[in-house]
């Protein structure tokens, strides 16, 4: 017998900046595994933490093979997500991930409600996501930084710089 579905929403209206991000990390290599554990705890201990505009943080599986796993979250706006990218320690632990991967790969892709999206793959070795159907570019000049690939000038300057990371 049909039952009948109980069709709900939501008024997003006190929400005019929302920022929702997915973040993803995949293991590349068998020792990538204590890699995904270790930045697992990491994320874990700065979400305990309630960074000041983090709404909700919800964990978020994609495959298990090969594994891939992360998270969506809901931020009240760009400038207080990037606020929370920018402090330390995640500022450090980014720095260290793009030094050096530890077998796994990583990526994110950022949406916008004021408009824009963007996503940046490090060390991901199949196109997933907007990759799969927009194509791939290489993250420098403006590509480099989140806030420039939204679009947006007011945040532009990038949690790590070109030089932080490459040194020229």
Partial sequence: ?????????VDLSAYPDLIVLYLGMRVNRLYGIRTFFSFGR??????AG????????????????????????YWRDLPSLLAFA?????????LDFLRDSGG???WHETYSVKGGMEAVYDDVPKPLGFGRFAGI???RGPMFGSAARLGR?????????ETDLYGS
Avoid at 42 to 47: L, T
């Fill in 1 to 9: 017998m049909p039952t009948r579905v109980n069709r709900q929403t």
């Fill in 42 to 47: 990491k994320i874990s201990g700065s979400v």
């Fill in 50 to 73: 309630k960074p000041d505009g983090l709404l909700l943080h919800e964990p978020v599986y994609y495959s298990f093979f090969p594994m891939n796993m992360g998270m969506r979250q």
């Fill in 86 to 94: 920018r402090s330390e320690p995640h500022r450090e632990w980014w």
């Fill in 104 to 106: 796994t790969g990583f």
């Fill in 137 to 139: 570019k290489r993250a």
């Fill in 153 to 161: 000038s007011d945040d532009s300057s990038p949690v790590l710089s």
